[in-house]
């Protein structure tokens, strides 16, 4: 680790606190981005197949012109008229289900996942939220709850309000129509309601990209959109990560997986790094939840942030990013399973568009996952210039989910160097 | 009302919901900004005398560069080491006492309350908060049960957490010394105790600015902090509105009043519109937290939010703002002092440095709020050309909190319209 890295460890150690995640063992301070690409202070060039945020490239020229020009222009809030706002939900909504109709902006898919579970609670009246057992949808005391992987110890005892499902694993379960998965929320369902506290929401990412993103079949969603329907609880979809075209075949993952949910969350994306994020729903939903609240987020909807996120939307269609995302990933996996028929160690490959990985296995009969071994290779990956990083249950899935203008010649360095990666570094340290 | 506002009220009623407040009787449509100036999409010129989030003034150019600058060169996430955020620590905790030296950045100030109730709860292992019974400090589940005077009537059932005082008023109840406001708290808290919920966290607006910002001498804290501390609480000072100089006498409300918060908020003003809010405290506080949280934001504390963060701070320091606030705060003071003079209707003149206003009431001697009148008022300004609102318990007090580039010429404008309206509309419709 150099000098001026460990340098900034101690600052942010002193000045943000303990316990800040970095990436990597040898963390990496990044000064410049362009396109797929970053730099770090010592001049060093990465490729980016991690980052979703910059969904149309770090420092995407006409992103940053929609800033700047609305920033030097006016920048205020939503208790006045201004268009930018309508004209973003607009083209936004024009994009899903004549359901999916009016929204709410905030500045983070935190607040936005927030006020979802609030929907749920004013049009159904309860309170039970079921999550699987291996996701994250975001940061305040409420939706923190839904980490079943890292249950506060703090949290005004908001936790007696949720329950868990297993995750989806294509690998190691067989449930190709979805019952098996459609059985267990119904399970948690029939407990909630035995147990007084009643069934308001199923909160899932449509492509269940944190828990691993499992192969599944089109219209994987139906059964379990079923029970949600006939318990009478809203569906969820937190598309943080899997929208804006992600995964390749659709705008929105949910489409594939065959279901409309009643409340869209998203986030990241949305304005390629400036903070936006937002609820989307039927309007009798939002209707029921502006009567139990009279919510007014400052900052949310303003007039830069939809500028960033109207430079979004025109940078996805002008540029066909949907369909590149496509193409590529069609040839990320090509690369991929090339790679697993040399390393006995990759024991699944996985994935849709631009959203990509390989599960690792210390023994591809027994499944057993290579946890530590991946870790390496992310690490070793870093120092060859190509960042990535791992997720799922068993941390053992290589998380591969770059900018969406990563090109096939972006994914043929990246499989260059994970397959030299993979024939250099031991299975066991 | 414009055929052009008519129709962004019903796209807004469309796609964005009931219940979506505006401004005004005949709301405004703002295309431009430019120091304290707005302009409509009829081209009319509007002085701002209520927009605070643009503390540096509309559209400030250091802060619009700095934003286009950073947003083109790199904005990412504190996952990677950068020095813009550290930076920006260091510069603000260096304005404020010793024991505020550890900083969670967020990208609203509800983010940042939400936030600081949880480190409440870490700390003490309990879960009461206190507020005042006519404030508001945000919108997530938890922070939104803070205001009183709009219970939301879905919210997890947090409520049973919350406890209020009446807010201070120092039109109407004497309590020169704070012995009255701090007997009130340590009678919520020996409730709190008692019923078993116990005792987290008094939060509270240092200036009481959405209580009316009552007056109070220096020190006028002290009382209620030492009941608070006795009872092993944390004093949480939401700042989103009072901090950054705003009254003129110190960068930080909580100064004046003589106390040392455990945790300060703040937000709104912080990135003069850049969506950044802020938690900050002493180490061991920050410790307990994310101890008990694996807390990341991931568009808080950005290359770009610091950037912006940081102009602000120059901007505050080059120009004297703070002096700038102090020296037109006494003449406005001035001023409305004469038209209390000259109008029976002003029952009170409050405020110090960019924070000034009046109580309107029907009778001076028993006091009674001239409520509708002062919405009147209001809304005739807006035709006048002069931006600003009421607030208060009874919504009869004129809100005058322009951005801080506010001069003694732009006073004088605001109190010779607010002059010749006063003299113009009668006192009952």
Redesign the interface.
């Known amino acids: 680790m150099t000098h001026g890295?460990v340098q900034?460890?101690n600052?942010?150690a002193?000045?943000?606190?303990?316990?800040?995640?970095?990436?990597y063992d040898d963390?990496?301070?990044?000064?410049?981005?362009e396109g797929v690409w970053?730099w770090d202070a010592d001049g060093r060039k990465y490729l980016d197949c991690y980052?979703n945020?910059?969904h149309v490239g770090?420092?995407n020229?006409r992103?940053?012109e929609a800033?700047?020009e609305q920033?030097?222009?006016?920048?205020?809030?939503?208790?006045?008229?201004?268009?930018g706002?309508?004209s973003y939900?607009?083209r936004l909504?024009s994009t899903m289900d004549e359901t999916l109709?009016?929204?709410?902006l905030t500045?983070?898919?935190?607040?936005a996942n927030?006020i979802a579970?609030?929907m749920a609670?004013?049009v159904t009246g309860k309170?039970g939220v079921i999550a699987t057992d291996a996701t994250y949808h975001g940061?305040?005391?409420?939706v923190?709850q839904l980490s079943k992987s890292?249950i506060?110890?703090?949290?005004?005892?908001?936790g007696r309000?949720f329950r868990f499902v297993e995750a989806p694993d294509s690998f190691r379960v067989t449930d190709v129509d979805g019952a098996i998965f459609a059985a267990s929320v119904a399970k948690q369902i029939e407990e909630l309601e035995e147990d007084g506290t009643g069934f308001a929401a199923l909160v899932i990412c449509p492509y269940f990209l944190n828990e691993g993103f499992p192969s599944h079949p089109e219209g994987w969603l139906k059964p379990v959109a079923s029970v949600v329907k006939k318990a009478g609880g809203l569906l969820i979809c937190d598309e943080v990560q899997s929208g804006f075209g992600r995964t390749g075949s659709h705008m929105w993952a949910h489409e594939r997986a065959g279901v409309v949910p009643d409340v869209m969350v998203l986030?990241?994306p949305m304005a390629?790094?400036?903070?936006v994020g937002g609820v989307i729903a039927d309007?009798e939903i939002?209707?029921a939840?502006?009567?139990?609240?009279?919510?007014?987020?400052?900052?949310g909807?303003?007039p830069?942030?939809c500028a960033a996120a109207i430079a979004v939307l025109d940078e996805i269609d002008d540029n066909d990013l949907v369909a590149n995302a496509r193409t590529v990933g069609r040839h990320a996996l090509v690369r991929m399973d090339a790679l697993a028929e040399k390393y006995d160690v990759i024991g699944d490959v996985r994935g849709d568009g631009l959203i990509f990985g390989a599960e690792m296995v210390l023994n591809r009969i027994t499944k057993q996952p290579a946890s530590e071994f991946t870790d390496r290779v992310v690490n070793a990956m870093r120092h060859r210039g190509i960042l990535l990083s791992k997720l799922g249950r068993y941390k053992n899935t290589l998380k591969i989910r770059p900018p969406m203008p990563f090109s096939i010649e972006n994914a043929d360095q990246l499989f260059d160097t994970l397959d030299s990666v993979l024939s250099e570094i031991p299975l066991r340290p």
């Open positions: 890295n900034l460890l600052d942010r002193r000045l943000m606190g303990p316990n800040v995640a970095t990436f963390p990496v301070h990044i000064v410049k981005g970053l980052n945020v910059p770090h420092c020229p992103v940053v800033i700047c920033a030097g222009t006016l920048n205020t809030h939503t208790r006045y008229l201004h268009d706002i309508l939900i607009e909504t109709n009016t929204a709410i500045c983070t898919g935190s607040e927030d579970l609030r609670e004013a309170r940061n305040t005391s409420l923190s890292n506060p110890s703090v949290g005004f005892g908001l309000y986030g990241k390629n790094g400036h903070p309007a939002v209707k939840f502006r009567e139990g609240y009279r919510y007014f987020n400052t900052f909807g303003n830069v942030s």
